[in-house]
T-cell receptor, first 116, second 109 residues
Framework: GAVVSQHPSRVICKSGTSVKIECRSL??????MFWYRQFPKQSLMLMAT?????????EQGVEKDKFLINHASLTLSTLTVTSAHPEDSSFYIC????????????FGPGTRLTVL | DAKTTQPPSMDCAEGRAANLPCNHS???????VYWYRQIHSQGPQYIIH???NNETNEMASLIITEDRKSSTLILPHATLRDTAVYYC??????????FGTGTRLTVIP
């Protein structure tokens, strides 16, 4: 199957700083990329959907000015958590999809963010 | 709003078949049934999906009832590495996946 990578896999930062997470589709062109957040012992919650070259669509309750998403190419999307606070500590997972007759969503390995 | 109902947890003996049920009584005609799993602290992994016919691949089989209101994911010979949370998701396509709480499958030696 197709491979999606995330970088970094783990990050620890101080409160008030900004953190950028990269998501790359390694062997296919991703028409759409997704960002999820997962708190401990909970399910994945979709944060936003982005198509290459256009603005991301955020789910209700997700602050677009706090979680900046850039999808500049068909293989790269970035999520920037601005002015991070401890409550933003979570497991952030990206995924990508590509239409191939039937479509499938490929997930990255996730990024563990800890805000001190 | 939850579109699927799954038991919160299940155990399965190693080497035996694991049968994971999912109810999706409000599924629409154009919605697929997707199964993903998530091993601890990893991203979800695609397993299988289907519309109305039963499907099989190298990982699992998907049995969908004739009325499409429920389905069962079958792992034919469970191993310890199959211990994970299994998510049953219904939607019109992979661009519309909303995860529920899933079933935590524990494979017991």
């Amino acid at each position: 199957g197709a491979v999606v990578s995330q970088h970094p896999s783990r990050v620890i930062c101080k409160s008030g700083t900004s953190v950028k997470i990269e998501c790359r589709s390694l062997d296919f062109q991703a028409t759409t990329m997704f960002w999820y957040r997962q708190f401990p012992k909970q399910s994945l919650m979709l944060m936003a959907t982005s198509n290459e070259g256009s603005k991301a669509t955020y789910e209700q309750g997700v602050e677009k000015d706090k979680f900046l998403i850039n999808h500049a190419s068909l293989t790269l999307s970035t999520l920037t958590v601005t002015s991070a606070h401890p409550e933003d500590s979570s497991f952030y997972i990206c995924s990508a999809s590509s239409l191939r007759g039937w479509d499938e969503q490929f997930f990255g390995p996730g990024t563990r963010l800890t805000v001190l | 709003d939850a579109k699927t109902t799954q038991p919160p947890s299940m155990d399965c003996a190693e080497g035996r078949a694991a049968n994971l049920p999912c109810n999706h009584s409000t599924i629409s005609g154009n919605e697929y049934v997707y199964w993903y799993r998530q091993i601890h602290s990893q991203g979800p992994q695609y397993i299988i999906h289907g519309l109305k016919n039963n499907e099989t691949n190298e990982m699992a089989s998907l049995i969908i009832t004739e009325d499409r209101k429920s389905s069962t994911l079958i792992l034919p010979h469970a191993t310890l590495r199959d211990t994970a949370v299994y998510y049953c998701i219904v939607g019109p396509g992979a661009n519309n996946l909303f995860f529920g709480t899933g079933t935590r499958l524990t494979v017991i030696p």
